[in-house]
C-alpha cells in the first residue's frame, strides 16, 4: 500500500465526499441504528448503498496497534504518556502527533483512540504512564498539540477517558464522588483545554459512574458539559464495552457503541425507538455526528479496510530516539558524574538492562519495529567492550519465551494451531494431532491475546483451541521455571511430560486485562545443549469457568507462555557486586514494566520488584560511580537515594528506549526533562491514599482539587523531588521578568533565559500563577485555593553555553486566575492581586517573581472567557 505521508493530505481529487444532512434524510431507520455501533473490534458499520464507507479506529495512545491484538503489524512504540509529559514541549507533542498520523495512514486507519488525558491522583495507577500528567494545564496543553498533530494529517484523535478514569480497580463499576469543583479544575480541564484549541473531533467515556451516573450515560457530562457548555460538535464513543444502557445512552449524547456488535443497540434500539424511550431526533442527532466523522475519514483518502502496512522510515527512528532522550529526566547528579566517559569501562547491570522496557501493558502494549535495550543502547556507544551481570530478576510473571523458541523450519518463535475441537490429549512426534485444522501461524511473541481474532470456520457457539508448540534449547545447565497465565484454560508439557495445568482451580490473576489468571509455573532441570520440545495446549475463554467479576470481558482470551533459568537473588547480587567493582562506570537498569503497570490492576506498592533494592544498594556499595536507570510510568520508592550519586528516570521509551537512555548516560543529549508528577517519599504521603479503590462501590475523591503538588505545596509535605524538577548538564539563570497586558485578556510574562554552565543545553520555564491571600471573612466568600497553579510553560531549546536569551509566555488574565465558583456553577476570576513565579520547577528557590492585578471580578463558562 502506497502511504502518503505529506501534512494534511489532501482528498484525492474525485474522492468521494458526503452531504451528511442529505445522507441522513435517505437513510432507513434500520441503517441508522446499524450505524450507532461498531461492526467488531475497530471498524464502524458501511451502508453502501449511499456511499456510507465503513471506518476504522485503533489504538492509541502511545502507538497505532492496527486492527489485531494478537500477531499484529508492527509499528512505532513512542514514549508513554508520561515521558512526553516529561518533555514539557508544546512542539514536540505535535511532532508525536504527526508520527501517528503517519503510522494511522500506514495502518489504514482514520481515527486514533489517543490521547489518554486522565489525572494521576496517586502513584500507583495501573495506567498512570498512559496519561501526561497530575496537572491539567500540563496534559491539556500537550493534549492539544498532540491532537492538532493528527489533524494536521487528516486523522481524528479521541482524548480518552472522559472523565475520571484515573484508577483500574473495579473500573467498570466504581462510581467517582468527586466535587464539581475538582471535577472541572482538575479532571475535566484537560479535556477542555485540547477542546478549545480546536482538533479534537472524538471523545471517548469512561468506563466509571461520576457522580452516580455511568460516564457513557451521563446527561451532565455530555449534554450539559460537554455538547452544552463546550459546544463540542463531534462525535461521542464509548470505551470498549463501556456501554451499559440503550435509551440512557443515546438520550445522553453517546453516538457510537464500540466495539460491535452491538449490544445495547441494535434490535434493542429498535424497539426504544418504537416504545418511544428514544426520540428519532435523537437517534438523528447520534447519527449525524457518525456521519461527520466518517465524512472526516473519507477526506483522508484512506482506503476502506485498507491493507496494515509498517512505515519503519529512517527519519521516524531519529525521532522516536529524540523523543526517547528528551523525556529522559536527571534526577539526581552529585559530583557530576554523568556524563560517562565512553572510552571508560563500563558495566550494565540490572533487571531491565537487556530487556527492552519501552511501554506499558494493556490496550496502549503495541508490538514495535524494534525495541532497543540499554545494554544496546549504551554498547553502541561505548568504545571498550561492556560487562553484565543480571544481578536479580524483575518481572512479574516470567520472561517471554517466543524469542527463545524454534518452530520446525528452525525459525525463530513457534508455531500455533488453531481447531474447533478440543485435544485428546498431548500430540507427540511420532503420534500427531489428527484433529482438522482451522489454520497455522507462524508466532513469535507468546503473549497472544485474541480479543480481536476470528476464522469464518470457528464454530458458531464461539469455542476453540489451540496449540502452541516449539522447540527450546538451554544455553546453560539449571533449573527452569514455566509459566503459564490465560483466559481460557491450558496445559503446558515439556517433552510430553505435563509440567503445568491451569485448567481446574483456576485463580484470578492480572493477566489479560484482569480477565485471566494468575501465572501458575512448573519447574524442570534442563541440560545446557539439548533441545526440548514445548507444547501448550489451549482452550478459548469460554472453556473456563473462572468468573472475571466486574472486569471487561474480552471475548476470546488469550496464552502466555514464559520460562527462564533460576536465579537465586543472592547469587545474582554477589555476581553484580563482583561485576561493578572491576569498572569505571556502572550502567544499572531496574524498573517495572507493562505487567507491573497495565490495565485492569492498579500497583499495590511503590516498590520496585522484589530484590531489586537490595541489588541497587550494594551495587551502590561496590561502585558509588553508578547511575541507576529507573524505569516507570509512574514514581517508584527510592530507598537508596541517598546513596546514588546519579538517577535518571527514564520511563518507557518506545522503541528507542535503550538509544535514548544511552544518550543521555553519555552526555550524547543533555538532559532536560521535567518531572510531570511529584515523586513522594511514600505512597501515604499523597492525598488520595485512603481513598484509592472502589470501596463498597464508590471511591471518594477526597482531597478535592489538592492533587499532586497542589496537596503537597498546601500540606507543607517534602516530596523526594517535587512536580517540574529535572537537571541538566548545564545550568541556566531566569532573570528580569516583566508582566504586561496586552490585547484583550493577553498577558505577557517576558523574562532572560541565560546558560550559566559549560555545554549547549534546553531549559524548561514553568509559570505559575499563585492566588490573592486567603481571608476567612472575605466578602464575597471564596474558597481555599491551592498554593501555585501551573498556567504555562516554555521550552527554551539548544542554548549554547553563556549565551541568553529573551522569552516570553502568554497568560489568560482571565482562565488562568480562575476557580470553579460551586454556588454559581461557573468560572470566577476574583479581583485581587495574584503572584506570578516563574521558575525550573514548582519548589525552584530561584524562581522569579512578580505580580497580576484584576480589577473586576469576571465570572465566564464555556471552553474559555
Ligand atoms: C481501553 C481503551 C482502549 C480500548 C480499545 C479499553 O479497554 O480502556 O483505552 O482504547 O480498550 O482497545
Known sequence: MLVPTSPRTPPSPGAADLDVDAVLAKLTTQEKISLLSGIDFWHTAAVPRLGIPSIRLSDGPNGVRGTRFFNSVPSSCL???????????????REVGHLLGDEARAKGAHVVLGPTINIQRLALGGRGFESFSEDPALSGG?????CAGLDDKGIAATPKHFVCNDMEHERMAVDVLVTKRALHEIYLTPFRLALAAGHVPAIMTSYSKVNGTHASESEYLLKEVLRGSWGFDGLVMSDWFGTYSTSEAVNAGLDLEMP??????????????????????????????????????????????????????????????RMAADAVVLLKNEDSILPFVPTKSVAVIGPTSRIATYCGGGSASLNPYEAVTPWEGVEAQAKVPLSFAQGVYGHQMLPLLGKSMRNENGEVGFTLRMYNDPPTGPSTPSSPDTRPLLETRHVV????????????????????????????????????????AVQGTARLYVDGELLIENVENQRLGTSFLGSGTVEETGSKTLVAGQTYRILVQWGCAKTSSLKVGNMVDFGHGGMRIGACRRLSPADGIAEAVEVAKTVDQVVLCVGLGGEWETEGEDRTTMALP?????????????????????????????????????????????????????????GTVNPAGKLPLTYPLRVEDHPAHFNYRSEAGRCLYGEDVYVGYRYFDRAGIEPVFPFGHGLSYTTFTLEGLTIEKTEGNNVNVSLTVTNTGSVTGSCTVQLYVSPPTWEPRQVPVVPQRPTQELRSFEKVHDLAAGVSTQITLVLDAVRDTSYWDETQDRWCSQQGVYGIKVGQSSRDDKAVGGSLTINETTYWEGLSP
Not at 514514549?79 to 507533542?93: E, R, S
Not at 482506503?303 to 502496512?309: F, L, S
Not at 480479543?451 to 489451540?466: Q, R
Open 79 to 93: 514514549p508513554c504518556g508520561t515521558a512526553i509529559g516529561a518533555t514539557f514541549d508544546k512542539a514536540l507533542a
Open 142 to 146: 500537550l493534549a492539544a498539540q498532540y
Open 260 to 321: 460491535g456488535a452491538a449490544r445495547f443497540r441494535g434490535a434493542i434500539l429498535n424497539h426504544a425507538l418504537n416504545a418511544n424511550k428514544v426520540s428519532i431526533r435523537a437517534v438523528n442527532d447520534r447519527v449525524r455526528n457518525v456521519l461527520k466523522l466518517v465524512k472526516r475519514a473519507m477526506a483522508t483518502g484512506i482506503p476502506e479496510n485498507a491493507p496494515e502496512d509498517e512505515l519503519n522510515r529512517p527519519e521516524d527512528r531519529q525521532l522516536l530516539r
Open 445 to 484: 511473541d507468546a503473549n497472544m491475546f485474541f480479543i480481536d481474532y476470528s476464522h469464518p470456520l470457528m464454530n458458531k457457539n464461539g469455542v476453540w483451541y489451540a496449540d502452541a508448540e516449539g522447540t527450546f534449547t538451554p544455553t546453560e545447565s539449571s533449573l527452569y521455571d514455566f509459566g503459564l
Open 610 to 666: 522484589p530484590n531489586t533494592d537490595d541489588l541497587v544498594k550494594a551495587v551502590l556499595a561496590a561502585n558509588p560511580n553508578t547511575v541507576v536507570v529507573v524505569q516507570s510510568g509512574t514514581p517508584v520508592s527510592l530507598p537508596w537515594l541517598s546513596n546514588a550519586k546519579a538517577v535518571l528516570q527514564a520511563w518507557y521509551g518506545g522503541n528507542q528506549t535503550g538509544h535514548g537512555i544511552a544518550d543521555v548516560v553519555f
